[in-house]
């Protein structure tokens, strides 16, 4: 006879037991990870204080408690006082041999969205590889002879004609900038996978950050501190997070904001793939920010190259970030209101068969 228990906890979605008077009876470890709260804590507590459905679902619930029917209900908010709400899809339904007993499932849209992210994000950096290749022969002399006369004509103007050339000169080497960054994007080598202390790269980007970009923030830390050892490329996810936390900087009042760094283990978390097999991502790291959230006309298309929510932006840093996690066959996702926007990233740890990539 199949373990029940076993079946509990293997459920790749969030689910929890409501018993006759709504209080959570039980909640499985993906429950856990979605609302960022321990099992012990959460058990006994009011359901409908602790999950935030934004759709008038209670009566219909206490409907189907009564009349023993399922109840499903797609594309609602869902979340909770500890993280923003995602669009999900909601499954009620009465247990079996346990009078007023219900048992509810969440999806949340990302969940579907991770067999193919992988895809896209591969398909998207092989699109800006051709163009950073085009644009990089094609561009960059003709703007250095630009550049160049620009200058020489700057030695016998006035004044008021030296503003012509200086906008010239300046406005060159910002388009010479951008297409450096995309030649960046297009040569980043494959990772060299090894174990990695994912609390050492954190360290180094947020002292990283204090010192540049970041100065005028204040970033706090909420380590695991039992977390284990990653299989990645240091160096690479150093990248990947110090442009998350450039970016949250970016996006701060000038006075500066709050950004919060926090890991944690979920032993439940899989990435799903296309062909029906799956890879644990337990290691997950956030990015925490208070400012101001994504702009709503581009938050579906975040990684995409090229997609930038600042005017004089690139699009190409979370861009690189989402190749990055791609190649680590990792998982990215955002979620963002105005006061808290998350970047989590979801990790493998080290395999116990691994063997380091030769040099």
């Keep these: ?6 079946l509990w906890a293997s459920l790749p979605v969030p689910a929890f037991l409501i018993d006759a008077w709504d209080k959570i009876a039980d909640v499985n470890a993906a429950g856990e990870g979605f609302l960022n709260t ?12 602790t999950l935030a459905i934004d759709a008038p679902i209670e009566d219909a619930f206490a409907r189907a408690r009564v009349q023993g029917t399922p109840l499903f209900v797609n594309d609602i908010d869902v979340g909770s006082g500890s993280r923003a709400p995602l669009q999900c899809g909601v499954q009620i339904a009465s247990l079996q041999g346990q009078e007023g007993v219900m048992l509810l499932m969440v999806t949340p849209r990302e969940l579907a969205g991770r067999m193919t992210q992988t895809h896209s994000a591969k398909s998207a950096a092989a699109s800006a590889i051709g163009m950073a290749e085009m644009l990089a022969h094609e561009i960059k002399n003709p703007l250095a002879g630009i550049t160049g006369a620009a200058q020489l004509l700057s030695m016998g103007l006035g004044p008021e004609d030296l503003e012509l050339t200086d906008l010239i000169v300046s406005e060159s080497r910002r388009i010479v900038k951008l297409l450096e960054q995309v030649e960046q994007f297009g040569n980043l080598t494959e990772p060299e996978f090894k174990p990695v202390n994912l609390h050492d790269v954190l360290d180094r980007a947020r002292r990283s950050a204090l010192l540049g970009f970041g100065a005028h923030m204040t970033i706090t830390e909420g380590y695991d501190p039992s977390l284990p ?22 996006a701060a009042d ?74 680590h ?13 998350v970047f989590r990233l979801s990790l493998s740890r080290v395999p116990r068969d691994a063997k380091p990539q030769e040099s």
């Design 38 to 49: 321990s099992r012990k804590a959460l058990l006994g507590q009011p359901v409908w204080d």
């Design 329 to 341: 066959n990792g998982w990215i996702s955002v979620s963002s209101v105005p006061g808290r926007t």
């Design 254 to 327: 000038p006075k500066g904001g709050h950004i919060r760094i926090r890991t944690f283990y979920e032993h439940s978390f899989r990435l799903r793939r296309s062909d029906g097999t799956g890879k644990l991502l337990p290691l997950q790291i956030e990015i925490i920010d208070d400012g101001p959230g994504l702009p709503e006309n581009i938050k579906d298309d975040i990684f995409d190259p090229f997609v930038s929510g600042r005017e004089n932006g690139t699009g190409l840093g979370l861009a690189l970030v989402s190749k990055i996690v791609s190649e």
């Design 1 to 6: 006879m199949m373990d029940s228990a076993a």
């Design 229 to 250: 050892m990653a299989w990645g490329d240091a160096d690479q996810l150093l990248q990947v997070v110090l442009n998350l936390l450039k970016n949250a900087s970016e």
